[in-house]
């Protein structure tokens, strides 16, 4: 299987290091709803003391922020180019492309768990909402559970995708950027109303859906736009400068690494000790810092000479990232129907895994693996030829 997406061998630069990370996002994905279940911690139990490291298993939350950083990286880099008086985007193959690449799993996906789930003929219909993303509304948000889980995401994505576009306009002229700058302040102030708990909600439900919409992960998708920005006008630049430093080269960007992924666990440390629906609620510009902290992580991969770069981007990692939205929409029916049964209503406890875990989680990820090249060979595949094809 080639580590290039059928979908992306086009005009568009393919980043290996993406691809990479990619597979670290929906390991720790992977991880964080197998800890749910192993440990009985599912984001619930409060004062839970990890230390940096295992926090990335039990926070593996922060994976799918990750995936927006990644997402809007890739995504910006054509719309920052016509900014700057490069080649148009034409819309309507960017959208063509985006509905190419997410709706034919994401809709299989749906079907096959309204009719898992049914009862009665009618009860099919419960997955009608899901099909336009309507599923982050609180009306709809909870027909397919717990199978829909992971969907939520795929919502926020495509509120970003919608609002994407119109970078051009807001950085293209200089009218422009004092609307966006205008637009920004606006923003930021209403955001900060949010989180001072001044713009009030209807209920804890709508909070929720404010702070997992585009609106409340706006800094993490800013983030990998902001590194797009950066790496576009000055990657270049950046790679010779880290490559004539020799500090640089001598161990500085592994140490610069290191202290980032020191600095995600111990904030994830704390979400998961203070736990993750409350910090939603009470603490959620934690998300702000998650953000950068990403962003300075892919940046250091694509510029800086960084010796454990190996251990992050490599062939395994770039085939897991080949298979990350396949395996995304297909885990959590395969941890749900094969571990439900083994710890609830009778959770493990947090003292360790006894190697029967161990085997039985290693079974489950083989499992999954195989499902999602299977769903990825047929059903993503073809629909990424196509989406190749476009603007050809």
């Known amino acids: ?37 192993v440990d009985g911690t599912r984001g619930q139990r409060l004062g839970l003391v990890v230390s940096p490291l295992r926090a990335f298993v039990h926070g593996g939350q922060t994976g799918v922020s990750l995936f927006f950083v990644l997402s809007a990286f890739l995504l910006s880099l054509p719309f920052l180019a016509e900014s700057a008086g490069n080649v148009r985007v034409n819309r309507r193959r960017y959208y063509e492309r985006r509905a190419l690449r997410i709706l034919p799993l994401y809709w299989t996906a749906v079907m096959a768990t309204s009719v898992a789930q049914a009862h009665r003929a009618t009860d099919v219909l419960r997955g009608a909402p899901y099909l336009f993303f309507l599923n982050s509304l609180p009306a709809f948000n909870r027909t397919l559970a717990p199978l829909n889980a992971p969907w939520w995401s795929l919502a926020t994505e495509v509120q970003f995708y919608l609002l994407l576009p119109l970078l051009p306009s807001a950085l293209g002229s200089r009218r422009g950027r004092c609307a966006a700058a205008v637009g920004f302040l606006g923003y930021v102030a209403v955001y900060v109303a949010f989180l001072r708990g001044a713009l009030v909600a209807e209920s804890i439900e709508w909070r929720i859906v404010l702070a997992h919409s585009v609106f409340g992960r706006a800094p993490v998708f800013a983030a990998g736009i902001l590194v797009a920005g950066l790496f576009h006008r000055f990657g270049d630049r950046m790679q010779r400068w880290c490559s004539q430093q020799p500090l640089v080269r001598a161990g500085g960007a592994d140490a610069m690494f290191l202290a980032l992924l020191v600095g995600l666990g111990c904030l994830l440390r704390q979400v998961v000790f203070h736990g993750y629906w409350e910090m939603e609620l009470a603490a959620q510009a ?19 000479p960084v010796r454990i770069k190996p251990l992050f981007a490599n062939r395994p990692l770039a085939m897991i990232g ?38 039985r989680i290693a079974a489950l990820a083989a499992a999954c693996l195989a499902v999602s090249t299977m769903t990825y060979r047929v059903i993503e595949r073809p629909f990424l030829v196509r989406k190749a094809q476009i603007g050809r």
């Open 1 to 37: 299987m080639s580590l290039v997406p059928s979908g992306d061998r086009g005009p568009q630069r393919y980043f290996p290091e993406v691809e990479s990370l990619r597979g670290v996002a929906i390991a720790l994905v992977f991880l964080y709803h197998v800890a749910g279940f």
């Open 322 to 359: 080949l298979l990350s939205y396949s395996i995304y929409l297909v885990h959590v029916p395969l941890l749900y129907l094969s571990l439900k049964p083994l710890y609830f209503p009778e959770p493990g406890t947090f003292a360790g895994w006894h190697w029967a875990d161990v085997a």
């Open 286 to 304: 934690w998300h702000v810092l998650e953000g950068v902290l990403w962003g300075a992580v892919l940046l250091l991969l694509l510029v800086a």
